[in-house]
């Protein structure tokens, strides 16, 4: 194994250190300390790793694992001959306790390099610096913070965007109109939609987040800083000396790595928009040219192949060779896992006729699955949901839809509007919902569009 030196090494001089102290203290305690360290995990086959679910994190998409921290820890674990197992909390303080619990090895998630953490856990991995930023459209956008002076910020109330506003409000002697969202009711990733989308002009959001959601939305300016540099890095406890040493030499060896900025480029850079084409003519009552295949298969599950045929335009815009930013492939975008799940493997996963079958087998599964809708047109939409997002999230919004009292049989403006409230910290670690954080209104916008379409096609296309 490419580490092995490494590890021996490490664990060696650790093992060394820690028998001196023992003999020389002749403290009981010593031998304790040093449970869980590297030496243990490597024993174990197994890394515990807690973070907090969110977009810059961890979170689950159609069914996989996903986020920045993830995939880079996850690399690391793979390097190291590790299994990964993944423990979420719910804020910062929460994940500290667990760590200094045993309940996990590694903290695979920025915390800040401050006096007091310093004091309760071992700083190493990434190091990463970023800043709070104004979040304005590319049209016209201010060029100082001067200029919001006379202007409407909106941010979190009692968030660290508001305080930061605050100060900067004094600092420029007063003048910015700042308006205050309770935190149950929209989060920042919100307000930066709604920035986008002209609904309001500015807000505040850290860097990252702010790089995150400028792959969604094209008209984003994330590009003044409002705050001072803030360092933060990943964290093991205080006597995990052997992990937070080939944490930081396997970060030295691979930070720079391809492999490394690819995962970068995939969360922070590529763009999530499917970009626009024409719909194809229908003048001749044709969709698409696949739509004998999308009629053939339909019939496995009782489906109007219409409905199949505005998946794949709001999937793929009918492009075979689409590859996203998450690796889902070609007309019904699946993803690799779900492919192999229903026996389609990479050679034929961009093939029209395996790819549209593969996709309405896990179309079936999943309808098999909601078995608690009972009204067969509701399931249908309950079922786009869930190929979109994964069938756990769904389920997460009914259960969200059940406790805040909302219709769980149906989706428009029931369901629909529990799976907006996935992206709110309140309603993610409730404990209803087992799947943490989600980026909802992606589904809600996804379903609303296929419906659409697949409204429009019935008008104008014979079934």
């Not at 996990?104 to 007091?116: E, H, K, R």
């Not at 029931?414 to 087992?434: G, L, S, W």
């Amino acid at each position: 194994m490419k580490y092995t030196s490494i590890i021996h090494t490490i664990i060696g001089i650790t093992i060394a250190a820690t028998c001196i102290a023992m003999c020389s203290c002749g403290n009981s305690q010593s031998g304790k300390q040093h449970n869980n360290d590297l030496d243990t995990i490597i024993a174990q086959g197994e890394l515990r790793v807690l973070t907090i679910s969110g977009s810059t994190s961890y979170f689950f998409y159609k069914g996989e694992e996903m986020g920045y921290e993830y995939e880079v820890i996850k690399r690391f674990a793979d390097d190291m001959g590790l299994k990964l197992q993944v423990i979420v909390a719910h804020n910062v303080a929460q994940l500290t306790k667990m760590l200094n619990d045993s309940v996990g090895d590694i903290i695979a998630y920025d915390i800040p390099i401050i006096d007091n953490a310093q004091d309760e856990v071992m700083h190493c991995g990434p190091l990463s610096i970023t800043e709070q930023v104004l979040v304005q459209r590319n049209e016209n956008p201010i060029a100082d913070v001067v200029e919001l002076v006379g202007k409407d910020v909106y941010v979190e109330k009692d968030s660290k965007y508001e305080k930061r506003l605050i100060n900067l409000n004094k600092e420029l002697g007063g003048g910015i109109n700042i308006h205050y969202i309770e935190p149950d009711t929209i989060t920042t990733e919100d307000l930066i939609e709604k920035v986008a989308q002209g609904e309001i002009d500015y807000t505040l959001a850290d860097g990252n987040l702010a790089r995150i959601n400028s792959t969604y939305y094209n008209n984003l300016d994330i590009y003044i800083k409002v705050s001072f540099p803030q360092r933060s890095q990943w964290a093991v406890r205080k006597h995990s000396t052997q992990l937070a040493q080939a944490i930081n030499q396997w970060t030295s060896e691979h930070y720079e790595s391809e492999e490394i900025k690819a995962i970068n480029k995939r969360y922070f850079e590529s763009s999530k928009r499917m970009e626009q084409h024409a719909i194809l003519s229908i003048t001749e009552g044709r969709i698409s040219p696949f739509d004998e295949i999308f009629k053939q298969e339909a019939q496995a599950i009782n489906w109007d192949w219409r409905l199949l045929a505005a998946m794949a335009y709001i999937e793929s815009r009918f492009d075979t060779t689409v590859v996203s930013w998450m690796g889902a492939r070609g007309l019904m975008q699946l993803m690799p896992k779900t492919a192999e799940i229903f026996g389609l493997g990479m050679d034929s996963i961009d093939m029209p006729q395996p790819n549209i079958r593969a996709a309405v087998q896990s179309l079936s599964s999943i309808e098999n699955n909601l078995v608690s809708v009972e009204d067969r047109a509701e399931k249908l939409k309950f079922t786009i949901a869930a190929y979109n997002s994964g069938l756990g999230h769904v389920f997460d919004a009914i259960a969200i839809a059940k406790k805040y009292d909302k219709n769980p049989q149906v989706w428009y403006n029931e369901v629909e509007e529990a799976m907006n409230m996935k992206a709110n910290p309140e309603y993610y670690n409730d404990e209803v919902c087992r799947f943490g954080y989600f980026r909802g209104r992606q589904t809600t916008t996804y379903v609303r569009d296929v419906m659409s379409l697949y409204n429009y096609y019935c008008k104008k296309i014979p079934q």
